[in-house]
Every structure is written in C-alpha cells, then in structure tokens.
C-alpha cells in the first residue's frame, strides 16, 4: 500500500470560496454568519490530543480494532494520493438526488476527502466524499455517457459548453488521472438493462421491499429507483447488493412487495400485470448473486464519518449490527448519537485511516481533558468542539446550542436544508431532461399516461412502525392515503 504524505492539509475559508467563485453569481451567499466563523471554541488540550494513540487506546479499553479485511475498496486504505485541489471542476452525483449528475467544484481538501460544491448554488449545499469514490467523474463524462448534466444555476442548459464555462471563468478541470478506475466486481451483467423492474429494499426505511426500476447503469453499478416516488429515495449499488432481488422475490419469501404509490389495489399486486400494463420486463432472476455477510460484529472499533457533522471522523465503536448494517456508537458520547449505516457504506473506514491520509481524528470524548479559557464562548453540548453547525458547511462553527449539530433542539431536525432543486423555478425544472428521463421510465400510469412523479414525502412514521411479516400486518390503504 502506497501511503500518501502525511498531514497533507488544504483548507478554505468561505472568502477564499467567494473569490475562487468570482465568476459565479455568489449574490445569493447570505451574510457572514452571525453564529458562526468562530470554529474550535473549546477544544481537547494539546496534550490530550497528542498523546492519543489507537495502540494504547484499545490496549485501554481492552477493545479489538474491526480487522481490515472487514472494508470494502471503498472503505480502505487508498491506493493513491487525493491529488485534487481547490478550485477544480468536475461533475458527479447529487447525494440528495442520486439520479442527478452536476457541475461541482472541490471547496475543500482534507487528506482522502473533498468538500464539493453546487456551482451557482450556495455552499449549504456541500457534502464529503472521497476522492476515490464511483460518484465523480471528469469533466466531458456526461457527454461522453449520455448522461444528462445538471448545469450550474444561472446558465441556459442550450448554451452551456463546459469548455467555455471553464475558459470564461479561467477554471481548471480536475485531470481525468485523479479518478479512480472503477469496476473492482467486473463488468456489470449485460441481462441488466436500463428500464427493467426488480424488488428494492428503501434504505431510507429498510424494513420496505418494494417495485423498483432499474433507472440507470454506469460501470458495474445500477441507480434503484421506486416507481412513483420522486428521485430521493433513489441509490445507486452494485448487483451483488442485498438490497436488490428479483421480481417475485417477496412472495418466495413470504415478505410484503410494497406496490407502486397511487397502485389502484395495492393488497392484489400482481407483476404480471403490472409489467404487463407498463409494457416493462423484469431483471432476469439467475444474474443476482447474494453478496458475503459483512462480518463486523459488536465492540469492533473503527473510524466514522459524523453524519450530524460530516466534516469530521470520529473514533468509533460497532454496538450493533444487522444483516446489512452496522450500528455506530462515537465514542465518549452519549448513545443517543448512535445510528445505523450501511455495512458498505464510504464513510467507515479501518483504524488508522486518518492517520495515513492526513485526516484529523476526533479523539473520544473526556470532560477532563478539555480546558476552556475564562471568557470563551463555547458550546455547552458535551464533547462538541464548536466545529460545523445544524445549517450545513457554509458556517464553519457554532458557539450556542442553536447551531449546534448535536444539541437536543437540532437533534430531531433531519432535513434542515431546504431542497437545492426545488429553488429552481419550475421553468428549469421543466426542462430538465434527468427528471423527465424517470419520469419516461418509471411513472407510467396504469391507464398508459405519464403521471407527475409524486414528490410527497413517504410516510415513513407510519411504515416505521409496521412489522413487515405477513400481508396482514400492513394496512396499505393507510400506508398509501
Ligand atoms: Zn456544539
């Protein structure tokens, strides 16, 4: 394993962001935060930090590290360097819509990890990935695939040429060698064809199997859409994923098939005519293979992303696992900060990860250990340094429980960012061919006629709380209304 520079650290302040954007229409930017910009408000002493090693803290704890062999590619060590820098452009998937492909610039580089940003949208908007991760790609790659590319806000998707944009602004593109060569499970099967049906799990409620499409294809993975849902519940895995079955998989195993929103009998839920009425095949059922259990187990400690604070990894501990996920626990904190994540998801990562890619570790949480100077404002959440707040990375810090990420007035606000697409007039949302593509795909109504993807909410308090058995412990009308 090659092992990249140690500590090899950019960062950005917003300013920077501003100028580096210049080009951009920046004017919807709000004002310099007023609970924020004040970041590290308290912070472990140097000494606590410094001292803090895995080796003597599982020595300590009596704790085992989760082995290595337990990680995906994705989740490993790298095998090469993070060599992009801020400023560069590139395009890749909106987490949030996961069928949408967009112009992205790198707002910040911290070892393996890239903040990326919408460009033309406000920076609320960033999220983390990894620089190897499948969901980027270079600059020209939509055209080249025929995928649709979701233009930076303020531009006429007919006029926009990524050269131009790149030459008038005097922006770089991201080299095409910083992207990782994708396709560690081969090729993917040819029998998976775009438009073809199968039964998901909805990672958002994995309890639900349901009709699903196969919305898109790019190397050796495939984007699961559920019909008549909107792109949110969306996610794009390889085909040895659990999550993905063949169509009849629930009733072999006397599971419930969770029937299209707006299905007009969803109890009677018949493929045959579904596929029949929406003139679609199904995945043939031979070319899914079901993948290895993931093999963590309880009080394995590893490395993981802070969803409430992505910016940061913390020192964290497996409390519980289930068959395709893992319940994380940050150490020194209080349980009510666990949650689950998948077992394959990009954000664990084996002991020492940081350390080798230069990533700032959170070291476990010590009341002792911090030190707070007379006068300081700081956070009065427990363990919380100041860093990141509720409203996303464009406020680099908090200094009151109100922008706190992990203070019990925020804890329960999930989604406090509004949609990014849904501030776009409905004249642009129109003419997006990426929505209008599943549109094309998955919403065909049952009397032939495209319907409008229904962008409802799903009911998630009601199917959180039914008990996926038998047909008789769902009440689908109730699921449905
Ligand atoms: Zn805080």
């Not at 602004?169 to 438009?195: D, H, I, Y």
Request: aromatic residues 10%; hydrophobic residues 30%; charged residues 25%.
């Amino acid at each position: 394993m090659k092992q990249p520079n140690r500590k090899r650290k950019l960062s950005m302040d917003s300013k920077e962001l501003l100028n580096q954007d210049g080009c951009l229409e920046q004017a919807e930017e709000e004002k310099k935060p007023r609970d924020g910009a004040a970041p590290l408000s308290h912070v472990p002493s140097v000494t606590a930090q410094e001292a803090w090693s895995w080796e003597q803290y599982l020595t300590e704890q009596k704790a085992t590290a989760a082995p290595v062999e337990l990680f995906s590619k994705d989740q490993s060590f790298p095998e090469h360097e993070n060599g992009f820098q801020v400023g560069m452009r590139l395009e890749g998937i909106d987490p949030r819509h996961p069928s949408v492909f967009c112009v992205l610039s790198v707002a910040e580089v911290c070892g393996y990890r890239l903040r990326l940003h919408f460009d033309g949208y406000l920076s609320c908007y960033d999220f983390w990935t990894n620089a190897g991760s499948p969901d980027i790609h270079p600059v020209g790659w939509c055209e080249k695939t025929k995928h649709e590319l979701h233009i930076p806000k303020g531009y006429r998707k007919d006029k926009f040429v990524w050269m131009d944009y790149l030459k008038a602004c005097k922006l770089q593109n991201a080299p095409k060698k910083l992207f990782r060569n994708r396709s560690s499970n081969g090729p993917m099967p040819k029998e998976f064809q775009v438009g073809m049906k199968l039964e998901a799990v909805d990672r958002k409620n994995p309890s639900l199997v349901c009709v699903a499409t196969v919305a898109d294809i790019v190397e050796d993975r495939l984007l699961v859409h559920f019909d008549n849902w909107d792109d949110s519940y969306d996610y794009w895995c390889d085909v040895n994923s659990p999550y993905v079955q063949p169509v009849g998989w629930c009733q072999e195993n006397g599971r419930t098939l969770i029937a299209p929103q707006g299905y007009p009998d969803p109890e009677n839920f018949s493929w045959t005519e579904y596929l029949e009425a929406t003139q679609t095949n199904a995945v043939p059922a031979k070319v899914f293979k079901m993948r290895t259990p993931h093999g963590f187990l309880p009080s394995m400690r590893l490395e993981a992303v802070d969803r409430r604070n992505p910016r940061l990894i913390r020192v964290a501990t497996v409390i519980d696992v289930d068959d395709q996920r893992v319940k994380v626990h940050f150490d020194g904190w209080d349980h009510k900060y666990d949650y689950w994540m998948d077992a394959d998801s990009p954000d664990i990562h084996p002991i020492g990860w940081c350390d080798i890619t230069g990533h700032p570790l959170e070291i476990p949480y010590r009341a002792n250990d911090v030190k707070i100077l007379p006068g300081q404002a700081v956070c009065p959440t427990p363990g919380c340094r100041g860093i990141g707040h509720i409203r996303g990375p464009r406020y680099s810090g908090h200094h009151s429980a109100f922008g706190c990420p992990y203070s019990d007035m925020n804890l329960k606000k999930e989604a406090t960012l509004h949609d990014r697409l849904r501030e776009q007039t409905q004249a642009n949302l129109e003419s997006d061919s990426s929505h209008s593509k599943s549109k094309n795909l998955c919403s065909l109504n049952f009397s032939g006629k495209h319907e409008k993807v229904n962008s409802q909410p799903r009911p998630v308090q009601q199917a959180k709380c039914l008990k996926i058995k038998g047909k008789e412990d769902i009440d689908l009308d109730n699921l449905f209304r």
